[in-house]
C-alpha cells in the first residue's frame, strides 16, 4: 500500500536536509559571486530577515510539495527534476528572456537548482521505505 505520513518522516527531513544543505553551499559558492556585480542586497525588505529561518521555511514548504507530488508519481528523481525545471522556467528563462538576470548567472542558478533537487531526490529516495 501507499506508504504513511510516518513512514515518509525520514525521507521528508532528509531530502529537505539534503536540499538545504546542498543549495546552502551551491548558492554561497557559486551564484552569490556570479551575481556579485549586480548589486547588493534584497530589493524590498525581507518578510524573514534571518537567512537560516527562510531557508528553513522554504524547505518545509518545497519538500512538502515534493513528497506530495511524489505520492503522486512514485518517482522521485523525475518530480524532483520537474519541480526544478519549472523553477528554472520561472525564474531564469522568464528573467533572462525579460532583462532582469544576465545569462552566466542564470545558468549558475541553473545548475545549482538541477544538483539541489537531485542531491534531494537522491537522500528521499535512499530513505524511502523499500518493497511498499
Given amino acids: 500500500g501507499d506508504p504513511t505520513m510516518g513512514d515518509r518522516i525520514k525521507?521528508?527531513?532528509?531530502a529537505g536536509l539534503a536540499g538545504a544543505v546542498t543549495s546552502y553551499?551551491?548558492?554561497?559558492?557559486?551564484f552569490n559571486p556570479a551575481m556579485a556585480n549586480v548589486g547588493s542586497?534584497?530589493?524590498?525588505?525581507?518578510?524573514?530577515?534571518?537567512?537560516?529561518?527562510?531557508m528553513a521555511l522554504y524547505w518545509v514548504a518545497a519538500i512538502l510539495l515534493f513528497d506530495w507530488?511524489?505520492?503522486?508519481?512514485g518517482q522521485p528523481m523525475h518530480t524532483a527534476w520537474v519541480i526544478g525545471l519549472s523553477q528554472?522556467?520561472?525564474v531564469d528563462f522568464s528573467y533572462?528572456?525579460?532583462?532582469?538576470?544576465?545569462?552566466?548567472?542564470?545558468?549558475?542558478s541553473v545548475g545549482t537548482i538541477l544538483f539541489t533537487w537531485t542531491a534531494a531526490a537522491f537522500v528521499y529516495d535512499k530513505l524511502s521505505a523499500k518493497g511498499n
Fill in 69 to 73: 507530488a511524489v505520492q503522486k508519481t
Fill in 96 to 108: 533572462v528572456m525579460g532583462g532582469r538576470r544576465e545569462l552566466a548567472p542564470a545558468l549558475v
Fill in 88 to 90: 528554472i522556467l520561472l
Fill in 11 to 14: 525521507p521528508i527531513l532528509g
Fill in 25 to 30: 553551499f551551491a548558492v554561497t559558492i557559486f
Fill in 41 to 54: 542586497g534584497p530589493a524590498f525588505e525581507p518578510l524573514v530577515p534571518n537567512m537560516f529561518a527562510n
